[in-house]
């Protein structure tokens, strides 16, 4: 599979490997004081792999396999390049180098006035506040861009403390607990479900002293 993806990225001449967002016209790439917000694609293969190998990650999101392996990783790309995994999908990469850290993404939901984000980070990126960041960037994007969304929900695990912060900072309102699968576990799991309306948003648009 991966010789396969590499094959097809060598098969475009190189401008189109620069810009592999350019075909994500509703998904543009988002940039805040630290980070860059773009397209997953072939050459944050592997530290997405290496990142993502990992339980400690892989055990509080929903949909990620353990082990995670450059196989995982290849596919993951393939299939964020053909739409099969939720609507906008970003690699979280640092602006001043360019680093892979992590990724983040927005679904739609049976609702259509509300959408779901997610996100995943490194454990070598914890705790310096690059997920509330992202999560900024992310929800700010979609409340500028789809006039039809009145919220967005976000879904933690009960035992994720540093996941609970970020919703909490980023102004999620706690509204119920429930169950959902994890992958890596091969169970479900309890998780605390947030929400955060538009009305709110434009009460906090400003997140200074919010990290």
């Known amino acids: 599979m991966q010789g396969e993806l590499l094959r097809e990225d060598q098969s475009r001449s190189p401008e189109e490997r620069l810009r592999p967002d350019r075909l994500r016209t509703d998904c543009p790439v988002l940039l805040s004081e630290r980070l860059v917000l773009r397209a997953p694609h072939e050459e944050d293969i592997d530290a997405l792999a290496h990142l993502a190998n990992n339980a400690n990650v892989a055990t509080m999101v929903s949909r990620m396999p353990h082990p995670y392996t450059t196989n995982d990783a290849a596919d993951f790309v393939r299939r964020t390049k ?11 990469t640092k602006a001043d180098n360019g680093a892979f850290l992590g990724c983040c993404g927005v679904e739609p939901t049976a609702d259509p006035d509300t959408v ?96």
């Not at 053909?82 to 979280?92: D, M, P, R």
């Open 82 to 92: 053909l739409g099969e995994i939720g609507k906008c999908v970003y690699a979280i």
């Open 116 to 211: 779901e984000i997610g996100y995943w980070l490194g454990e070598p990126y914890w705790n310096q506040g690059y997920t509330t960041e992202a999560a900024h960037a992310l929800i700010d994007m979609v409340f500028r861009t789809r006039e039809n969304v009145a919220q967005i929900d976000a879904r933690c695990r009960v035992m994720n403390v540093a996941s609970r912060r970020v919703v909490q900072k980023c102004g999620f309102q706690f509204q119920g607990s429930g169950l959902a699968a994890s992958l890596a576990l091969g169970s479900t799991v309890p998780v605390e479900w947030y929400r955060l309306d538009r009305k709110t948003w434009i009460s906090l648009r400003s997140w200074g002293g919010m990290r």
